[in-house]
């Protein structure tokens, strides 16, 4: 069989096919990073956007998830962190912004596979009459629906937590 009568076409289409491919994905790539820029985020979100398909919160005004207000935990706000961290730093595609140390706060960004949709989660760790206190938000920047996904986030954050062997020591 010849080049020519080759059900894939010819060398130089091949080339030019997936050459237009990798530009239309780095497009793609280029336009997702312009319009959804990593900025702080100095306080913990009061709520998810109404009639909202891609946030998830446990917390005060809580969205999907638990239905919860927050995770109490008896431990101590400094082995919460760790484990947050930790388990946040066990992820793919994640980048830390903030650990909490500073403020109780923790702001990390996930990427999805393909096409790196940003997308925040947000912890926030009090003490509060001697427990701590964890409240998880997870938001996606762009598009109208995160497909469950940052649901699916904060329910297995939690299900981390729950299943973490605390100190009992309490928070003071």
Not at 143 to 148: E, F, K, Y
Request: hydrophobic letters at 35%.
């Amino acid at each position: 069989m010849s080049e020519e009568d080759s059900p894939y076409g010819t060398p130089q289409r091949l080339k030019v096919a997936a050459l237009a491919m990798s530009l239309l994905y780095f497009g793609g790539l280029l336009i997702i990073v312009v319009s959804a820029p990593t900025l702080p985020i100095p306080d913990f979100p009061g709520e998810c956007p109404e009639n909202s398909q891609n946030c998830s919160r446990i917390a005060d005004q809580p969205y999907r998830a638990t239905g919860e207000n927050g995770i109490p935990i008896n431990g101590t706000e400094e082995e919460v962190l760790d484990a947050i961290v930790g388990w946040i730093e066990d992820e793919p595609r994640t980048v830390m912004r903030t650990d909490g140390s500073e403020d109780g706060l923790v702001h990390a960004v996930f990427r999805s596979f393909v096409w790196r949709f940003p997308d925040d989660l947000l912890v926030q760790v009090d003490c509060v009459e001697g427990q701590v206190l964890v409240q998880v938000h997870s938001e996606s920047r762009l598009g109208a629906s995160d497909l469950m996904v940052n649901d699916e986030r904060v329910l297995k954050l939690n299900d981390h937590l729950d299943s973490t062997t605390w100190s009992g020591d309490g928070c003071s």
